[in-house]
Every structure is written in C-alpha cells, then in structure tokens.
Nanobody, 122 residues
Framework: QVQLVESGGGLVQTGGSLRLSCAASGRTFSNVDMTWFRQAPGRERVFVSFISRNGANTMYTDSVKGRFTISRDNAKNTVYLQMNSLKPDDTAVYFC???????????????WGQGTQVTVSS
C-alpha cells in the first residue's frame, strides 16, 4: 500500500507560479517512480510529468516543457512540481500517482492522491 497526499494548489494569475507537493508513505519512496497527472473539468485525466525513482530521469508533456519542473526529495518522501509561467489552460486538479507500471496512461497506475486544485485566472 502507498498513501499519497498532494498540497500546494491554489488560485494564481496568468504568469504566476505554484509549487505542488506530494507526500508519500507506506512504501520505500526511493523504490518507486512518481508521476503527475491533471484533470480539467469535463476532460480526461492526462499525463503531466514523470520522475524516476532516483531522480535521474524526467519527462514532461509538451505543453508544460520549459515551464514546469519535477523533482523529488527521497529523504522527505516527497515529489514536487514547480509550475512557472502558468496559463489558464493549466487550470485543473493535479494528482500524483505511482505503480505498478509507469506510463503516460492513467489506467496503469494503482495509487493516487486526492488531488489539489490549481486555478489560473486570466
């Protein structure tokens, strides 16, 4: 079992920044890859970013490249998503997820947090 808790969402103006956190417990954090997804109202949950268990490998969806940065602190069992130059299209509920399989498809993930709302005003 893995428990995930996101935090850090909020309301921000276009061009602003937020840092999301996802705190994990229940399994050795350094043994799991971590992924961020987001879900806008009325839309599917989509891949945002991935980080490997040791932090050496990362991946981003094209729409956030150059603006978002994923990182992790295995000593704190936490993964972060630094979001800069935010746009209204970034408005969504953001979820962290893990295992058993890492991919861009939400169906491959077993463990999810409850999500944190990010709203970007124009």
């Amino acid at each position: 079992q893995v428990q995930l808790v996101e935090s850090g969402g909020g309301l921000v103006q276009t061009g602003g920044s937020l840092r999301l956190s996802c705190a994990a417990s229940g399994r050795t954090f350094s043994n799991v890859d971590m992924t961020w997804f987001r879900q806008a109202p009325g839309r599917e949950r989509v891949f945002v970013s991935f980080i490997s268990r040791n932090g050496a490998n990362t991946m981003y969806t094209d729409s956030v490249k150059g603006r978002f940065t994923i990182s992790r602190d295995n000593a704190k069992n936490t993964v972060y998503l630094q979001m800069n130059s935010l746009k209204p299209d970034d408005t969504a509920v953001y979820f962290c997820a893990t295992g058993p399989r890492t991919s861009v498809y939400s169906n491959d993930y077993q463990y999810w947090g409850q999500g944190t709302q990010v709203t970007v005003s124009s």
